[in-house]
């Protein structure tokens, strides 16, 4: 399955580059004629041509000198450009200032990173103009602007620069705010690989905040298996957002994007249901979610209802696997069908004939192997309110659970009422083929042959 990615350009100078100055169309000549002339908003746009080879053959060496002539006639935009291009860094850095101090949100961000590096060819590392500079670029408007306020986030939130949670949490509310353009969030079906890493990240909880399923389900996964965010330039690495495991907010965020029928995100459900989520702390795990069979079973059901083959493949592991009658050679008066809860879980029902403690003979039903929520070595009510399908007819069961020293788990169920038990024995008594058994998370088949025999014995064991 090919990760979804964000839609973004793979550098601010690309960016940039493709953005004519001019709502005029110009032909080539019309621009070269007016960049003669010195127009800097011609010589800008013709030096993008340049660059793409539109009208023109392309050549990056009269690129830069049309951008240098743009910049020199204060044309911020190919100030910063130039800036970051130029091979000469002390003729670079004259430039790109020559961008921040017009106020130009790019150029901010690019000194405000730069500040906050130990090998930067451009300045030496000055945690406090960092700063300076990227709250000026989050100042202005648009996503650039709410790129430097994630950094800001980031800054704060990291040990390394006395993290401060409060401030921190105040700079990702002010990123959260600046306006994002929807082409820049929205997420694709294919790789995008990008620069920047870390606006990938931004644009993404942006995204997910904004209510896109396929960013609320990416943002799912990254707390679901923890993922390192980082600029690819490695003296950018301070730049770095890692979000640890964390199951609650994977939850969250799946189960968001599962609530719009996302087929992917009800996948990544089951499987955390499957394998639970945890950290390892001082040798022992320590759970987020613990595992949840039935809840896997029903995460993988609706996604393969959605269409997802992997999950239709083990959607097809599940099931009854063998299906043994009435007083059979492993199951004395009793039934037994031997079921796959799960890819991991073997789980066996049996239904048997016995008596409570009104001495009067019942219909009740043992479940082994299920992992079921009550104390260990102890009987306890644990869902009065649950509801068997018998047939498709609704039945309400008493449930009883009880799991061993040995962490192994076992179910006691029964009707609830005279009137769910008498259909249940009816059923038992007319059927001649397998009793379809439902509940939450499973399906089960149960045969009736030798029922009637068994109920007509006086015997059975006592519940």
């Known amino acids: 399955m090919k990760k979804i990615a964000l839609l973004i350009t793979s550098s601010l100078v690309f960016l940039s580059a493709c953005v004519f100055a001019s709502t005029k169309y110009y032909s080539t000549n019309e621009l070269i004629q007016l960049a003669g002339q010195g127009d800097a908003k011609a010589q800008f746009e013709l030096s993008n041509r340049y660059w793409i080879g539109s009208g023109v053959e392309r050549d990056l060496s009269k690129r830069m000198k049309l951008l240098k002539q743009a910049a020199s006639g204060e044309h911020i935009e190919a100030m910063y450009i130039y800036g ?5 860094p002390i003729e670079g850095l004259k430039y790109i200032k020559m961008a921040a101090n017009s106020n130009f949100v790019q150029a901010e961000l ?3 990173e730069h500040f906050l590096t130990t090998n930067s060819s451009y300045v030496d590392y000055d945690i406090n103009k960092a700063i300076s500079w990227l709250e000026k670029a989050s100042s202005n408007s648009g996503k650039y602007a709410g790129v430097a306020a994630y950094r800001l986030h980031l800054l704060y939130i990291r040990d390394r620069y006395s993290a401060n949670i409060e401030i921190a949490e105040q700079w990702l509310a002010k990123a959260l705010s600046k306006h994002v353009p929807k082409s820049d969030y929205e997420l694709i079906s294919e790789i995008s690989y990008g620069e920047d890493n870390i606006q ?5 909880i942006f995204a997910a905040k904004k209510g896109l399923v396929d960013a609320q389900r990416e943002y799912g996964k990254d707390y679901l298996y923890g993922v390192n965010y980082y600029k ?8 770095q957002a890692k979000l640890e495991k964390d199951g609650k ?3 969250k965020w799946l189960s968001l994007a599962a609530s719009k029928g996302d087929a992917n995100a009800l996948y990544s459900l089951g499987f955390m249901y499957k394998h639970g989520v945890y950290h390892i702390e001082n040798k022992k795990a320590v759970w987020h979610i613990k595992p949840d069979h039935i809840s896997s079973a029903t995460s993988y059901r609706k996604a393969a209802q959605g269409g997802l083959s992997e999950a239709q493949e083990i959607v097809d592991s599940f099931g009854t696997k063998t299906v043994e009658g ?9 039934a037994l069908t031997h079921h796959i809860s799960n890819i991991y879980e073997d789980t066996y029902f049996r239904a048997k004939v016995g008596y409570l403690s009104d001495n009067k003979k019942h219909i009740y039903f043992k479940i ?3 992992k079921v929520d009550c104390d260990k070595g102890e009987f306890s009510t644990w869902d009065n309110d649950s509801v068997w399908q018998f047939n498709n007819q609704g039945v309400l069961m008493t449930i009883m659970c009880d799991i061993n020293a040995d962490g192994d ?5 029964y009707p609830a009422s005279k009137k769910g038990e008498q259909f249940v024995i009816n059923l038992f008594q007319r059927e001649s083929n397998n009793i379809s058994i439902e509940r939450e998370g499973f399906d089960f088949k149960m045969s009736p042959k030798g029922f009637t025999k068994v109920w007509g014995n006086s015997s059975g064991d006592v519940l």
Not at 84 to 88: A, I
Not at 233 to 238: M, V
Not at 326 to 334: A, G, I
């Open 200 to 204: 990938n990240l931004f644009f993404m």
């Open 249 to 251: 907010k994977a939850k």
């Open 326 to 334: 009435w007083n059979k050679k492993y199951s004395p008066n009793s």
């Open 368 to 370: 082994y192997g299920t």
């Open 409 to 413: 788990g076992s179910i006691f169920t």
């Open 232 to 239: 690819d330039n490695k003296d950018l690495r301070p730049f």
């Open 110 to 112: 690019f000194l405000g």
């Open 84 to 88: 970051t291009m130029v091979e000469n």
